[in-house]
């Protein structure tokens, strides 16, 4: 039998601001899965009391539950290079990228996992645009502009990626040892496109896994114009410079 120690490392990087509604339940639902996977919340100050609820369920899963702190709403790309700088020093295997507010269903670690580990992916994305539109609660509005914002950033990227602002994600840590992430330009919304659009240069293999995308029930969306505006205009400039300057990558 395999020895519990040999067995892939696994870490899921939760950003957080104001999430109190949601973090226990989805917490749970992680250590839940038939799989062993340890947690990372990157709590961006959070007045709610946020972070205080996942330091009370460390008494709980003080061996899978982690929590690193921030001084203020630093954005959602920053965090997740926080996160990622954290799970290098800390040897994981497999770095998945999830939502707190079940946007993202938990069971389908499994099938990004699986992707990576069993397929032979670099990356696996959880697409909600690969086989069709599926997604739940989004008003039309929003579900034309995000499906538009996919086909435009592949249009301009030539990424064969039908759900490229996806933010549910599993990355074999071969590609974050290999992307430069002090040169992660972007924040917000855009963040998604550039580490994919990042991927993609440098030629690891990228998959993308149909998901089923739920809008939150519980708590606030943090989308915003400005987010948005920072994907359509940042793309461009992305790609141009990736085309005739010295573009690190």
Not at 222 to 227: L, T, V
């Amino acid at each position: 039998m395999l020895k519990i120690e040999n067995m892939p490392k696994a870490l899921v990087i939760i950003p957080t601001y104001n999430e109190i509604e949601n973090i226990d339940e989805i917490l749970r639902a992680v250590f839940a899965l038939p799989r062993k996977y340890d947690v990372l919340v990157v709590d961006d100050g959070s007045p709610d009391g946020t972070s205080e609820a996942v330091e009370k369920l460390q008494t709980e899963f003080s061996s899978q539950l982690f929590i690193e702190k921030r001084l203020g709403k630093l954005g959602l790309g920053t965090a997740y290079i926080h996160g990622f700088k954290w799970a290098l020093q800390k040897d994981y295997d497999f770095i998945f990228e999830m939502d707190a507010d079940f946007s993202h269903n938990p069971n389908d670690l499994l099938k990004l996992q699986d992707a990576c580990e069993i397929e032979g992916a670099d990356l696996a994305i959880g697409s909600r645009y690969k086989t069709g539109v599926n997604v739940v609660n989004w008003p039309m509005s929003r579900v034309l502009l995000s499906w538009l914002a996919s086909k435009y950033v592949r249009l301009i990227t030539s990424m064969n990626i039908s759900d490229t602002t996806a933010g549910f994600v599993c990355y074999k840590r071969n590609v974050l040892e290999k992307i430069n992430l002090d040169k992660i330009q972007f924040v917000g919304y855009a963040f998604q496109i550039e580490m994919k659009f990042k991927a993609y240069l440098h030629k690891f293999t990228i998959v993308e896994v149909p998901v089923i995308f739920t809008d939150r029930t519980k708590g606030e969306s943090k989308m915003s114009g400005g987010i948005i505006s920072e994907a359509i205009f940042g793309v461009i400039s992305m790609k141009f410079k990736s085309m005739f300057t010295k573009y690190e990558i």
